[in-house]
Structures are given as structure tokens and as C-alpha cells.
């Protein structure tokens, strides 16, 4: 069974720009978390989806908005970005939402230049 | 609100000797507890999660943790470490409600050496 693949791997974007990530969750799994990590902050709550519908959601700003398809693949948007932006963007797969057997991706590194 | 509290930032250690990781959190309401482990350029894998039941949690790749509710902690141990277990661990809490909605230590950087 696939794990929980996010694309891309690596991305760099300038001050302003916006970014989309995309996040596959594991086969047969409907909900979709995602953790922003950086060394000053650590690891912190974005959102979670669960069929197609926002469940949870952290403490960030309005540029930060995610989506959720029928296929449960989860795109997660930065709008406006700023340097304090750069991070590991992790996502995260559940069978069920609110769920605590999750398991995450390998995260997508997005540098802001 | 929840956080936790990884005391140690670094912890060194020798080959087959034993090791614990602290961790300590405070919460207002019923909270599960979790340890993850973080390989470099990885995510994050579930070592162990403690939701209710037994205060002693068995996990993955030989480790164990002991939740006191008293104290509130949350010790993660290892009775002989691997330098295959060298990596970042986070300790992690959540409300029961809201399992995938985690609040994260800083972690520690476990170091094992020959």
C-alpha cells in the first residue's frame, strides 16, 4: 500500500508569490491533516479535512487556505508570501477524521526567497 | 489549550546504554499523548500513543513510554539504543475529541554514538 505522498518535494518562491502544495493520502483513507514546521516555531497545526469539509483548523492567517477533492487529495494554498513562510509543510492521513493513528508524507520543503 | 514541554533539547548517548526522554504537558481537559520520531529529510513516524487503559505503552522499535497523570508527564524510554535510533523524537498531545489536532513539543535530538 502507497504511503502518503506530497508533491512537490522541494519548492522556491520569491516574497509575494502564492504556492500550492498537494497532499495524496494512503488508499481508502478521507481525512487530511496538515503541520507547518520551521526551527523557530516547531511543528504546528494548519487544518484538517474530512470529506471535502474543513474539521479543524490552527491559529495562521487567512492566506493560508486549504481544499479537499472527492478522491481526498488535499491541496494546501499560501497566498502573499512572506519570508517567515519558509518551512517543511507536512500532511497527514486518517482513516476517519479526529483520528489518532495518523500517518504522515515525507513533507514538501518550500523556501521563500 | 494544551502544550508540551520537551525538557531536554539534546540528548547524547552511547551505544547499548539505556535512554529516556522527557516530555511534559499541560491540558484543562482528557488529552491522548503520542510520541513521533522524525529520520532527517523524513516525516514523521508514530512510535507510541497512549489514549487510555494501561499507564504503560509499548511501541515500535523497542521503546516504551509511562504516562503520570499526577505529574503529568510522559517519559519516553529505550533499555538499550541503537545508532539506527539517532533522529529527532516529538512528544505530542491531543484533546480526545480532536485526536489529528496535535500540539507538539520541540522535540529532542537524540544522538547515539559507538
Known amino acids: 500500500k502507497a504511503g502518503v505522498t506530497q508533491t512537490p518535494r522541494y519548492l522556491i518562491k520569491t516574497r509575494g508569490q502564492q504556492v500550492t502544495l498537494s497532499c495524496s493520502p494512503i488508499?481508502?483513507?478521507?481525512?487530511v491533516s496538515w503541520y507547518q514546521q520551521t526551527p523557530g516555531q516547531g511543528l504546528q497545526f494548519l487544518f484538517e479535512?474530512?470529506?471535502?469539509?474543513?474539521?479543524n483548523k490552527g491559529n495562521f492567517p487567512g492566506r493560508f487556505s486549504g481544499r479537499q477533492f472527492s478522491n481526498s487529495r488535499s491541496e494546501m494554498n499560501v497566498s502573499t508570501l512572506e519570508l517567515g513562510d519558509s518551512a517543511l509543510y507536512l500532511c497527514a492521513s486518517s482513516y476517519r477524521a479526529s483520528n489518532e493513528k495518523l500517518f504522515f508524507g515525507s513533507g514538501t520543503q518550500l523556501s521563500v526567497l | 489549550a494544551q502544550s508540551v514541554t520537551q525538557l531536554d533539547s539534546q540528548v547524547p548517548v552511547f551505544e547499548e546504554a539505556p535512554v529516556e526522554l522527557r516530555c511534559n504537558y499541560s491540558?484543562?481537559?482528557?488529552?491522548?499523548l503520542f510520541w513521533y520520531v522524525q529520520y532527517p529529510n523524513q516525516g514523521l513516524q508514530l512510535l507510541l500513543k497512549y489514549l487510555s487503559g494501561s499507564t504503560l505503552v509499548k511501541g515500535i522499535n523497542g521503546f516504551e513510554a509511562e504516562f503520570n497523570k499526577s505529574q503529568t508527564s510522559f517519559h519516553l524510554r529505550k533499555p538499550s539504543v541503537h545508532i539506527s535510533d539517532t533522529a529527532e523524537y516529538f512528544c505530542a498531545v491531543s484533546e480526545t475529541g480532536t485526536a489529528s489536532k496535535l500540539t507538539f513539543g520541540t522535540g529532542t535530538r537524540l544522538q547515539v554514538t559507538l
Open positions: 488508499s481508502g483513507h478521507r481525512s
Open positions: 479535512y474530512f470529506s471535502e469539509t474543513q474539521r
Open positions: 491540558s484543562s481537559v482528557s488529552v491522548y
